[in-house]
């Protein structure tokens, strides 16, 4: 056969009796569907019955059909590794037990044959999709890529629906940097996708869950949680060259979501505000001056609210540029000191010896009205340059053969 444009892998572990019904199915489809050469490679991940056997029967019958073997468990790994071995410039995979229609996957591959995505992912959460599942997994999904939004700033709307497709030159830059082999690998792919300033494009889908699925939610929900803790540290130490990655493939700017970063700003904007409140009312009775009082609590809080947002809400690192930075917060705070001063101005019009408590609060509310222009201050200006690194935008040698393939 020709290279295939295609390579749909199947991971599979134990799975003797459905495995062959499974690989029928989607050989069947792909011969009427897709007009392009394709591959379907079984990535048999340390089975212990007679699922390897299986796989070489369907490989022996069927030219488009390869099987593969792996010694150690982990569909993670087993991805890993024939992505990386695989010649095709297209590669997907979906779960053995073909939960997601099929028709979805045209539109899966396409944007990245076109060049015009990078990655592609099947959504549960769309309110395009149809799914059938009980409520308790439900619950856990929607918690799961809540969590992820809050804490790793994704963009993306369902991690772990097992359906998703990415461009060969995309997974030789990636997969070397994904770390877990186990379930999480798909979210860690996808984050580092996204931080790299790549394109996730998201499918829609009909989903109809597997009673019979084996998956443990409980121990998968600890080692997930783990994965984003890992995660969120290395992305903050700087220890994965997102960036670089970026700037040779990257169109420009690095994604980072919207909600994830409003999440992070408020936490940093609560405790913030404790520190300016705490300090406030501790200064106050000694500084004999609520305005002065204000002012010293004010910049102490201000410093500490742009180191945290720097690092935390915006993924800042290193030194440089934190000079320019801190200077723009400081400017913010200028404009957080009008607001605040001038409250309590006319609150002492009102009333002329106001109790601290009266001055806390009042203070309390014009920081509050002042946080929305600080949040959009800093995304806009002050970590602008940092949110998104430079890149060509142009496509890259292997996405234009991708583009040239499909013409």
Same mark, same amino acid.
């Given at each position: 056969?020709s290279?295939?444009?295609?390579?749909?892998v199947?991971?599979v572990? %134990?799975? *003797?009796?459905?495995?062959? !019904? &499974?690989?029928?199915?989607? %050989?069947?489809?792909?011969?009427?569907?897709?007009?392009y050469?394709?591959?379907?490679?079984i990535?048999?991940?340390?089975?212990?019955?007679?699922?390897?056997?299986?796989?070489?029967?369907?490989s022996?019958?069927y030219?488009?059909?390869?099987?593969?073997?792996?010694e150690?468990k982990?569909?993670?790994? !087993?991805l890993? *590794?024939v992505?990386? !071995?695989?010649?095709?410039?297209?590669? +997907?995979y979906?779960?053995?037990?073909?939960?997601?229609?099929?028709?979805a996957l045209?539109?899966?591959?396409?944007?990245?044959m076109s060049?015009h995505s990078?990655v592609?992912?099947g959504?549960? =959460?769309?309110?395009?999709?149809?799914v059938?599942?009980g409520?308790?997994?439900?619950?856990?999904?929607? &918690?799961? %890529?809540?969590?992820l939004r809050g804490t790793?700033?994704?963009?993306?709307?369902?991690?772990? &629906?097992?359906?998703?497709?990415i461009?060969k030159?995309?997974?030789?830059?990636?997969?070397?940097?994904?770390?877990?082999?186990?379930w999480?690998?798909?979210?860690?792919?996808?984050?580092l +996708?996204?931080?790299?300033g790549?394109r996730?494009?998201?499918?829609?889908?009909?989903?109809?869950d597997?009673p019979?699925?084996?998956?443990?939610i409980?121990?998968t929900a600890?080692d997930?949680?783990?994965?984003?803790?890992?995660?969120?540290?290395?992305?903050? #130490?700087?220890?994965?060259?997102?960036?670089?990655?970026?700037?040779?493939i990257?169109r420009?700017?690095?994604?980072?979501g919207?909600?994830?970063?409003l999440?992070?700003?408020?936490?940093?904007g609560? =405790?913030?505000?404790?520190?300016?409140l705490?300090?406030?009312?501790?200064?106050?009775?000694?500084m004999?001056?609520?305005?002065?009082a204000n002012l010293?609590?004010?910049?102490a809080?201000?410093?500490?609210n742009? !180191?945290? %947002?720097?690092r935390?809400?915006?993924?800042?690192?290193g030194?440089e540029?934190?000079?320019r930075?801190h200077?723009?917060?400081?400017g913010?705070? #200028? =404009?957080?000191?009008?607001?605040?001063?001038?409250?309590?101005?006319?609150?002492?019009?009102?009333?002329?010896?106001?109790?601290?408590?009266?001055e806390?609060?009042?203070?309390?509310?014009?920081t509050? &009205?002042?946080t929305?222009?600080?949040?959009?201050?800093?995304?806009?200006w002050?970590?602008?340059s940092?949110d998104?690194?430079?890149?060509?935008?142009q496509?890259?040698?292997?996405r234009a053969?991708?583009?040239?393939?499909?013409?």
């Amino acid at each position: 056969m020709s290279t295939p444009v295609l390579d749909v892998v199947v991971p599979v572990h %134990n799975e *003797q009796h459905t495995l062959d !019904a &499974c690989v029928e199915r989607l %050989n069947g489809h792909l011969s009427h569907t897709f007009p392009y050469p394709y591959r379907i490679t079984i990535a048999d991940n340390a089975s212990t019955d007679a699922t390897w056997q299986v796989a070489r029967g369907l490989s022996a019958a069927y030219p488009a059909v390869e099987a593969v073997r792996l010694e150690e468990k982990g569909r993670g790994r !087993a991805l890993k *590794q024939v992505w990386l !071995a695989s010649d095709a410039p297209i590669l +997907a995979y979906m779960d053995v037990d073909l939960s997601t229609d099929l028709d979805a996957l045209w539109p899966l591959v396409a944007p990245l044959m076109s060049g015009h995505s990078d990655v592609a992912i099947g959504t549960r =959460l769309h309110r395009g999709a149809r799914v059938v599942r009980g409520p308790k997994r439900e619950l856990v999904s929607r &918690c799961y %890529n809540l969590l992820l939004r809050g804490t790793l700033g994704a963009g993306f709307s369902d991690a772990q &629906c097992g359906f998703k497709a990415i461009r060969k030159d995309v997974a030789d830059e990636l997969l070397p940097l994904v770390e877990d082999p186990t379930w999480f690998f798909d979210t860690e792919l996808l984050v580092l +996708a996204e931080r790299s300033g790549l394109r996730v494009h998201e499918v829609p889908v009909d989903w109809f869950d597997d009673p019979d699925s084996r998956v443990d939610i409980v121990s998968t929900a600890v080692d997930d949680l783990r994965g984003v803790v890992r995660l969120r540290r290395a992305l903050s #130490a700087g220890s994965l060259p997102v960036a670089d990655v970026a700037a040779r493939i990257g169109r420009g700017r690095s994604h980072r979501g919207l909600g994830g970063q409003l999440l992070r700003f408020a936490g940093v904007g609560v =405790l913030s505000t404790v520190l300016h409140l705490g300090l406030f009312t501790l200064l106050r009775p000694g500084m004999g001056s609520g305005q002065a009082a204000n002012l010293v609590a004010l910049l102490a809080a201000t410093v500490a609210n742009t !180191a945290l %947002n720097r690092r935390w809400t915006f993924g800042v690192r290193g030194r440089e540029q934190a000079v320019r930075q801190h200077l723009g917060g400081l400017g913010v705070f #200028a =404009l957080t000191l009008v607001m605040t001063s001038g409250a309590l101005g006319l609150l002492h019009l009102w009333d002329a010896a106001p109790p601290t408590w009266l001055e806390t609060a009042v203070l309390g509310l014009a920081t509050a &009205c002042s946080t929305l222009v600080r949040f959009v201050a800093m995304r806009r200006w002050i970590f602008r340059s940092e949110d998104a690194p430079s890149g060509s935008g142009q496509p890259s040698p292997e996405r234009a053969e991708v583009v040239e393939v499909v013409r």
